[in-house]
């Protein structure tokens, strides 16, 4: 009797144990690798990311807003996201820029979110390297020129 008691003793506390519910972050974790929304935190060090990737320096991003529906000009396959963007930041020439309203499309690439467009507030795409990610069957050429500043 006494071990019958001590069993059923040991399986209660293993249940109450086991029962603890915890607080469900927006993006989950499937093994090693977040997945769903990226969180704001992550969206700012993403965009930073990116815009440093385009020759941006010291960027601040001021306000970060989830837009309702990704822009007709991002060409996406899977699930993504489309943040609105307020930064000041200094270029590539040195001045300091204060751009308001560009909109960003962000995606999980192998867990880590990944701008993979993004656009100023006249609906003109903005480069980078992160860009590249998108699946362009018909790249347009490139005729920018390209601008090398020589290290100091």
Same mark, same amino acid.
Request: hydrophobic share 30%.
């Given at each position: 009797?006494?071990?019958?008691?001590?069993?059923?003793? =040991? #399986?209660?506390?293993?249940?109450? @144990?086991?029962?603890? $519910?915890?607080?469900?972050?927006?993006?989950?974790?499937?093994?090693?690798?977040?997945?769903?929304?990226?969180?704001a935190d992550e969206a700012r060090q993403c965009v930073a990311s990116f815009l440093a990737d385009c020759g941006y320096s010291h960027v601040e991003i001021r306000n970060l807003q989830d837009q309702p529906n990704?822009?007709?000009? #991002?060409?996406?396959?899977?699930?993504?996201?489309?943040?609105?963007?307020?930064?000041? @930041? $200094?270029? =590539?020439?040195?001045?300091?820029?204060?751009?308001?309203?560009?909109? %960003?499309?962000?995606?999980?690439?192998?867990?880590?979110?990944? %701008?993979?467009? @993004?656009?100023?507030?006249?609906?003109?795409?903005?480069?980078?390297?992160?860009?590249?990610? $998108?699946?362009?069957?018909?790249?347009?050429?490139? $005729?920018?020129?390209?601008?090398? =500043?020589?290290?100091?």
């Amino acid at each position: 009797m006494k071990r019958v008691f001590f069993l059923f003793a =040991i #399986s209660m506390v293993l249940v109450g @144990c086991s029962s603890k $519910t915890e607080p469900q972050p927006s993006a989950t974790v499937t093994s090693g690798m977040k997945t769903g929304k990226p969180d704001a935190d992550e969206a700012r060090q993403c965009v930073a990311s990116f815009l440093a990737d385009c020759g941006y320096s010291h960027v601040e991003i001021r306000n970060l807003q989830d837009q309702p529906n990704l822009p007709s000009e #991002s060409k996406v396959e899977g699930e993504a996201w489309a943040y609105q963007v307020s930064m000041e @930041c $200094t270029d =590539i020439l040195g001045g300091r820029r204060q751009n308001d309203g560009w909109t %960003v499309v962000v995606q999980r690439k192998e867990g880590r979110p990944v %701008v993979l467009s @993004c656009f100023d507030r006249d609906m003109k795409k903005v480069s980078g390297e992160s860009a590249q990610l $998108t699946s362009n069957t018909n790249p347009e050429p490139d $005729t920018t020129p390209t601008l090398v =500043i020589p290290n100091p």
